[in-house]
């Protein structure tokens, strides 16, 4: 496995690689079972497959975030080449924002500013987009493999590859779970186990849901109902429970078209993110690409 730390390595290493497919997976490291889906998915498909290891300061909207978000390098590197991954690139901030560095790539609109936007402020989207535009640009690989669990940030790498004619497909890999449903995330390492148990109702919440809208229902008030329901159960208080549109993530009234069940909240003191994709009953697949596992016969409500 090559491990490439600047822009010149990562091209160098790629060069005599490019007659055959290239996959890109970016990460901020941390990596878990989650992660490791991506690079499996991205091994069926690429005869070489890289790997971004790079904490974005840019996408931090808090210093004190940034300061306290894991790093763990020596260990990523190990779980990559166990992997199978070919080429990790694992840039300084140095390397990525040289000085004098003065571009950013902003989207405008909705997709930005609701949501994840409106929690974590406009700048948060903005690093993101540019960081991403970047790792693919360095890369120019073929395809490029992100977690659903993200949603609107996949709505966000979707809109500035098209907007910038970015020539890398794309690839959207349904959320990784723990045995119990939650969704892999390098926060939960930060659960209490009490708070551990609090959580499982975000994927029983979205779960419940996704079965009322393969069994018919369409209203988005009704669904948010439900999914409310067994929050409310656990004493969570969601930042945000919404059905959205998957492309703009424009808040939907009906499930007439693809759609999007998101959440966020805090349990105690970990923000946890989650979704689930849904479709009409009329589209050809009634749902569910990322279906929430059910909490297990006897585990706590």
Request: hydrophobic share 50%.
């Amino acid at each position: 496995m090559i491990v490439a730390t600047t822009l010149a390595e990562l091209r160098s290493a790629l060069a005599p690689r490019r007659d055959a497919p290239i996959a890109v997976v970016p990460t901020m490291g941390a990596l878990h079972e989650g992660h490791l889906s991506l690079v499996t998915a991205a091994r069926a498909r690429a005869a070489t497959v890289v790997l971004t290891i790079f904490v974005n300061p840019t996408q931090f909207t808090e210093q004190a975030d940034l300061d306290a978000y894991p790093r763990a390098l020596d260990d990523d590197l190990a779980k990559a080449g166990a992997a199978g991954v070919d080429v990790v690139f694992a840039p300084t901030a140095a390397e990525m924002y040289p000085t004098g560095f003065a571009t950013t790539v902003s989207i405008a609109g909705p997709l930005t500013e609701t949501f994840e936007g409106a929690v974590r402020g406009r700048a948060h989207f903005d690093g993101v987009a540019t960081i991403v535009s970047k790792l693919l640009l360095a890369a120019l690989a073929d395809t490029a493999y992100f977690g659903q669990k993200d949603a609107q940030q996949v709505a966000v790498v979707r809109r500035l590859v098209r907007d910038l004619g970015i020539p890398t497909e794309i690839v959207v890999v349904p959320t990784s779970r723990d045995d119990d449903g939650l969704a892999r995330s390098s926060r939960n390492v930060r659960l209490t186990p009490a708070d551990r148990v609090r959580a499982l109702a975000l994927p029983r919440a979205l779960a419940a849901a996704a079965r009322a809208a393969a069994d018919g229902e369409q209203d988005a008030a009704a669904l948010r109902a439900i999914a409310a329901h067994e929050l409310d159960a656990a004493g969570l208080t969601p930042d945000y429970l919404a059905v959205v549109d998957s492309d703009g993530f424009a808040e939907l009234d009906r499930l007439d078209r693809d759609a999007v069940l998101v959440v966020a909240a805090r349990v105690g003191a970990v923000r946890l993110l989650d979704n689930v994709v849904l479709a009409p009953v009329t589209a050809s697949s009634d749902i569910l690409d990322d279906r929430p596992v059910a909490a297990p016969t006897g585990s706590p409500r």
